[in-house]
């Protein structure tokens, strides 16, 4: 196990702002173009202009593009520069071609998704974490296509999912890309009553997705060793977990060889009285594992262990 691999609660007083960035070019209008060129090319001949388009995007972003290279030494540490290079070139490649399908194929209802899934691994896991009819908590990160994963799973799930997400700084935005099915819901963490809302799907015996390997910049992060050196991680998942009763899912979607979608399903981790920090745990060496496995599909475009204590 990496050093420091104990979850420790961020220090009082600490500024722990998230460090994600946002471009110019996240913008309703730009988004529109994209989907409407992606929309008009077959899916295999809009996969290979993705991937054209996301090796140009790693020339004109220095900032991401060493971000992503500092990301991938600690993940590759026994990589050449040239293979890490490639590496990097290959992740903003794979991103392009996550977006280009978030244009097409996320923004359609779930039932009319299977030719894009491959295979579903561990599906019974979640018929395991649904035995007790407490709802699941499925975690995913930012790795292959996790909007996607929210939508393959509410079709193999079957009941309600609530798909949690950061608040997107333009409102329409937000909306284009997140609109409500039958069965699927958006919920934004600018919602006052979100945690509440959740809890009660969760009573109702319903699905929450949320993301896991972002810190929220709040105190309630915590640090947990992640490939060798402790990194923030947020907690209020296994705290909604532990109040609702609810198992954790760790899951996951990656893109395969064949350019269709595999859903890997985890085994459900309990989240007892104080034991939040022990689940988070779990939860980020299964992380961690994945990573390892396909670290060109691991989208933090941000310097992800910062200074090693949390902070921007």
């Known amino acids: 196990m990496p050093s ?57 972003l220095p900032r991401e593009r060493r971000a992503v290279d500092r990301n991938l030494g600690r993940i590759l540490p026994a990589a050449s520069p040239a293979v890490r290079a490639r590496a990097v070139a290959d992740t903003f490649a794979r991103f392009a071609c996550c977006f280009s399908d978030l244009l097409v194929l996320n923004r359609r209802r779930p039932a009319s998704l299977a ?95 949320m993301q896991a390997d972002r810190a929220t910049g709040e105190r309630g992060d915590a640090l947990v060793g ?15 977990a532990r ?7 760790p899951a996951f979607c990656l893109m395969t060889e064949d350019d269709r979608y595999r859903l890997t399903i985890e085994p459900p981790i309990a989240v007892r009285g104080g034991g939040e920090h022990a689940a988070l745990e779990a939860t980020v060496r299964a992380l961690e594992r994945v990573v390892r496995e396909h670290p060109t599909q691991w989208f933090n475009f941000y310097d992800v262990w910062a200074d090693g204590r949390g902070r921007p």
């Open 4 to 60: 420091g691999a104990g979850a420790v609660e961020a220090e009082p007083g600490v500024s722990t702002h998230p460090r994600w960035h946002s471009h110019g070019l996240n913008r309703l209008g730009y988004y529109r173009l994209a989907a409407l060129a992606a929309g008009a090319l077959p899916r295999p001949v809009r996969l290979a202009a993705a991937r054209r388009t996301g090796r140009l995007l790693a020339r004109a």
């Open 115 to 209: 030719g894009a899934l491959a295979a579903v691994e561990g599906r019974e896991h979640l018929v395991q974490a649904r035995a007790a009819r407490r709802g699941v908590i499925l975690l995913t990160a930012h790795l292959g296509n996790w909007d996607l994963a929210g939508r393959l799973l509410a079709r193999h799930h079957g009941r309600p999912t609530h798909v949690v997400l950061s608040a997107e700084r333009e409102a329409g935005l937000e909306a284009y890309l997140r609109r409500d099915q039958p069965g699927l819901r958006f919920v934004t963490r600018r919602q006052a009553s979100a945690a509440l809302d959740l809890w009660a799907a969760l009573r109702r015996d319903e699905m929450v997705a």
């Open 226 to 240: 992640f490939f060798g050196a402790p990194a923030a991680f947020p907690l209020g998942p296994f705290v909604l």
């Open 243 to 249: 109040a609702a009763g609810a198992p954790v899912v």
